[in-house]
Every structure is written in structure tokens, then in C-alpha cells.
């Protein structure tokens, strides 16, 4: 089993930037995939980016492609959500999903695929 916290989430003004992180415990790290999801107020958690248990594959949604970089370091058992270019529209609530695999290579997107979560850090973002 592997516990997650997240942290770095904050109030920022649109075009800033936050870095989110997300530090796990348990086993082998890079036998988890990564992803990190949001949730924001009144609507259904989504997907945000996603990242091999290697780390050489990753995968984001197009709402936030091209400003965000999701990357980890197996050594630290951490990954990492760097977001530029914030818009208002990127305020909600975000969560570290982690996910068993035996394939390093692949990353997942689907929020039912994940097996563990943690609690979210809150990220708003002012106009």
C-alpha cells in the first residue's frame, strides 16, 4: 500500500505559476504510475496529466497542455506538477493518484484505474 500527500497548492494570480508535489511512501516507487487529477467546485473530478512508473511516457489533458509538466524522481519517491501560465479556469481542488503496474512504460488517464489517492491541495487561481 502506498500513502500520498500532496503539496505546493496556493492562491496565485492569472499567468503565474505553482509547482505541486506529491510524495509517496511504500514500495518500489516506480512500480506506481502517476497521474494528478482536479476537482472543482460543483463539477466531477478530471484528469489532468499522467506519468509512466519510468517516467519517459507522459500524457496530458489538452485543457492544459503546453503549461503544465508533470515529471518524477524515482530516488525521492516524489513527482512533481509544475504549472505555468495559470488561468482562473485551473482553480480546484487537485489530487495524486497512484496506480500499481508491472508495465513501467505505460501511464493511465482514467480516474478508476488509480488505486491509491491523496487528500488534495487546493489551487486558486484570481483573475
Known amino acids: 500500500q502506498v500513502q500520498l500527500v500532496e503539496s505546493g497548492g496556493g492562491l496565485v494570480q492569472a499567468g503565474g505559476s505553482l509547482r505541486l508535489s506529491c510524495a509517496a511512501s511504500g514500495r518500489t516507487f516506480s512500480g506506481y504510475a502517476m497521474g494528478w487529477f482536479r476537482q472543482a467546485p460543483g463539477k466531477e473530478r478530471e484528469f489532468v496529466a499522467a506519468i509512466s512508473g519510468s517516467g519517459d511516457s507522459t500524457f496530458y489533458a489538452d485543457s492544459v497542455k503546453g503549461r503544465f509538466t508533470l515529471s518524477r524522481d524515482n530516488t525521492k519517491n516524489a513527482v512533481s506538477l509544475q504549472m505555468n501560465s495559470l488561468k482562473p479556469e485551473d482553480t480546484a481542488l487537485y489530487y495524486c493518484?497512484?496506480?500499481?503496474?508491472?508495465?513501467?512504460?505505460?501511464?493511465?488517464?482514467?480516474?478508476?484505474?488509480?488505486?491509491?489517492w491523496g487528500q488534495g491541495t487546493q489551487v486558486t487561481v484570481s483573475s
Open positions: 493518484g497512484a496506480r500499481t503496474t508491472y508495465y513501467t512504460g505505460y501511464y493511465y488517464y482514467l480516474e478508476d484505474e488509480y488505486n491509491y
